[in-house]
């Protein structure tokens, strides 16, 4: 089965600046969905960034113009920059495949942002 996991989370300062990856392991066979998710303390778990077949890509509009989401040509790793952060972003991020009707995610990582 597909594992999932992500790193690159930690501590910045407002207006910083961090990229997470999402490396997987195992068999992803034909196209397939990715995102990435977020969760903050007390909140429900909201879509923050998804890639879908044919490099279309689409963004939350709390994020639209700071993140990017992308992956590398073989579709193993899978980025989420995040720039001109604020404290509003602080929550932990989980990586998300969708293939046929399997999904997968990751364990999360923490991004923490504060002066």
């Known amino acids: 089965q597909v594992q999932l996991v992500e790193s690159g989370g930690g501590s910045v300062q407002p207006g910083g600046s961090l990229t997470l990856s999402c490396s997987a392991s195992g068999s992803i066979l034909g196209f397939f969905v990715m995102g990435w998710y977020r969760q903050a303390p007390g909140k429900e778990r909201e879509l923050v960034a998804a890639?879908?077949?044919?490099?279309?890509?689409k963004l939350a509009d709390s994020v639209e113009g700071r993140f990017k989401i992308s992956r590398e040509y073989a579709g193993k790793v899978m980025y989420l920059e995040m720039n001109s952060l604020k404290p509003e972003d602080t929550a932990v991020y989980y990586c998300?495949?969708?293939?046929?009707?399997?999904?997968?995610w990751g364990q999360g990582t923490q991004v923490t942002v504060s002066e």
């Open positions: 890639g879908f077949p044919g490099g279309v890509t």
């Open positions: 998300n495949i969708r293939v046929g009707s399997a999904e997968y």
